[in-house]
């Protein structure tokens, strides 16, 4: 079975904090993406990577960075926390334009 | 950007009944998926349908590619089945979802 896995369920930052979202997938997929989910806003896409060290921004990039060193791991960075941070963010892998498979999401709460 | 569209946003039923979830897209894609969330927020996978029909036990799907939509069937509806389901289109190595359609299933 596919597993992606993401580091926290749940975790509550502090304003001005930077903070380290991982995520882990098993299956050697080139791509992974990172959503965040909102009420009423469906999943939106933060940034994407379709290979290690490669990114593009996907449609709310501001305010996140990613890293990409390795194959399987795709971290998500908020450099300066802000409380319209807090969401739910879910991690995904796929191999190029087949199935996606998503991560269990981390509930982020910025206080 | 290409846009997604599903309707209805919500929808309420009496367990054992019928029903069809619909996802309009604006463009041609690669490949198109239906998820539902659990009440714990994982996505799980229903379909990876590009075109064509497929059938998963109670449920099955339908993309219409040249026509641009695609249709979730429910049959015999549980209260298991209530949550949100999402369609998502891939289209040059992005996956873009629609914002849902959140299902209620009354006992």
């Known amino acids: 079975d596919v597993k992606v896995t993401q580091s926290s369920r749940y975790l509550v930052k502090r304003t001005g904090e930077k903070v380290f979202l991982e995520c882990v997938q098993d299956m050697d997929h080139e791509n992974m993406f990172w959503y965040r989910q909102d009420p009423g806003l469906g999943l939106r896409l933060i940034y994407f990577?379709?290979?290690?060290?490669?990114?593009e921004k996907g449609d709310i990039p501001e305010g996140y960075s990613v890293s990409r060193e390795k194959k399987e791991r795709f971290s998500l960075i908020l450099e300066s926390a802000s409380t319209n941070q807090t969401s739910m963010y879910l991690c995904?892998?796929?191999?190029?334009?087949?199935?996606?498979?998503f991560g269990q999401g981390t509930r982020l709460t910025v206080v | 950007g290409i846009q997604v569209e599903q309707s209805p946003p919500d929808l309420i039923l009496q367990e054992g009944a019928n029903s069809t979830l619909r996802c309009n897209f604006s463009d041609s894609v690669n490949n198109l998926q239906w998820f539902h969330q659990n009440p714990w927020g994982q996505l799980i996978n229903l379909f990876y349908i590009p075109s064509g029909t497929k059938q998963n036990g109670r449920l099955s799907a339908t993309t219409v590619a040249t026509e641009r939509y695609s249709l979730l069937y429910i049959s015999s509806s549980q209260t298991t089945d209530s949550g949100v389901y999402f369609c998502?289109?891939?289209?040059?190595?992005?996956?873009?979802f629609g914002k849902g359609t959140r299902l209620h299933i009354l006992p």
């Open positions: 990577s379709y290979d290690v060290k490669m990114k």
């Open positions: 998502a289109v891939h289209r040059d190595d992005k996956i873009i």
């Open positions: 995904a892998s796929s191999a190029a334009n087949t199935e996606a498979f």
